[in-house]
């Protein structure tokens, strides 16, 4: 069974983003089903939308930084409820099984994790359709809670742009007495000055633009 959502995609690579209709699966037992309120726009999107990076699937519908509403939920989820405020990122599966996926590097899995789009979609087939779409069912592993109180809009950009930065200065423990350079105060760059920042870390920023 599936369901119609509204979203915007390229149907080639010189195509604009335009409005068309995409299929939507009945949440599963560990689904998540979510009405998107916020979607980042990562220049990812861009490459692919473009078919800048080899292997863009058309018609494609971009978007990875996803917040949204849980309307729906499968019977054996824990995480979420309805009505409660959830987000997900680049990823919505992978095999769980081998050793990245084992100690929670799912990034790595080694059969090929499934991303948010331009990914094979291994439960309607094609390709995985994104977050510039009205809703999406995601597996509840590959899902996060946000805390009340959160701005919705800024919380999106987390999803990328965010965990991008915060993982390696997490992998790293950076913290005070220690210099961070941050090159480029972009998308990434801004999240790495203020979490830099927090962390108690000196910052440095290069860039070339007098702004």
């Not at 809670?145 to 742009?161: F, I, N, S, Y």
Request: charged letters at 15%; glycine letters at 14%.
């Amino acid at each position: 069974m599936t369901t119609t959502a509204q979203a915007y995609g390229s149907a080639s690579p010189s195509s604009k983003l335009a409005p068309l209709q995409i299929a939507r699966r009945e949440p599963g037992p560990t689904d998540v089903q979510m009405e998107i309120l916020f979607c980042g726009v990562c220049h990812s999107d861009v490459h692919t939308a473009r078919g800048e990076w080899p292997g863009t699937n058309y018609a494609c519908v971009p978007g990875h930084e996803i917040v949204g509403r849980v309307t729906a939920i499968g019977a054996k989820v824990t995480k979420l409820k309805v009505g409660d405020i959830g987000a997900t990122g680049c990823l919505v599966d992978s095999c769980r099984t081998c050793p990245s996926c084992q100690r929670g590097l799912e990034q790595f899995c080694l059969t090929g994790a499934t991303f948010t789009y331009n990914s094979p979609d291994q439960h309607l087939g094609g390709h995985t359709l994104g977050g510039y779409s009205s809703s999406i069912v995601v597996d509840e592993a590959f899902t996060l809670r946000v805390p009340q109180g959160m701005d919705l809009a800024a919380t999106a950009p987390l999803l990328c742009a965010g965990i991008t930065t915060y993982s390696p200065l997490r992998h790293w423990k950076v913290g005070p007495g220690q210099k961070v350079g941050i090159v480029g105060l972009g998308g990434l760059g801004h999240m790495g000055v203020k979490l830099d920042r927090a962390f108690g870390a000196h910052v440095v920023l290069f860039t070339t633009s007098p702004s």
